[in-house]
């Protein structure tokens, strides 16, 4: 499997990081899986944020009764389109909105809650919209979560269940583990900027 287009680091980074030699390709699969395991678990953490750059097309939101509806994604980089369902869900009528009372607010992460003048009726899908969020670059602490994860899931994957080893002076013994891989790893520390818009 391809890594896919949206994963938090690349093959070359992840080598550099466990001492693989570029030119070595014996374990390009298993780094692939790695990377795009790492990516979804990373993602489901973080509220299933996608992090890098995609475009969402019609994403339904439920109007909230207020001036503000928070988008699923962000940073918003494009908002191309944004309408209300005067209809029902079974039979849908799309109207655009006054683009002139809608605006993107900063949640303080860059743009991601959308303000609308006359508000947000409140109902159940009856608003969409179109738009573009995420990192063209993925910002370095996130990254390097994405590589932590990687490298603790390539390096614990022949030592499970082992507690101690010993080959006459070497002695090993597994570390601990609480159970949260983000905790003992201390990528929570990182991660749990990410989970929330900041309003």
Known sequence: ????AWALTSRANLKELLDIASGDTSKDTLLDNLINRATYLIESYCNNRRFASTVYTSQEYDGTGTYYI??????VT???AQQRNHGTIGSADWNDLESDFVKLIDNGEGPGQVF????FFKG?????????????????????????LCSYMYNDRKAKGMKSETLGEYSYTKETKTGNMFEDLGIDLVLDKYREPII
């Open 70 to 75: 928070n988008l699923r994604h962000f940073p």
């Open 78 to 80: 494009a908002l191309s």
């Open 124 to 148: 159940v899908r009856n608003y969409r919209f179109s738009y573009t969020a995420g990192y063209t670059t993925i910002p370095y602490d996130l990254e390097q979560a994405c590589l932590e």
């Open 116 to 119: 609308y003048q006359p508000g």
């Open 1 to 4: 499997m391809a890594i896919v």
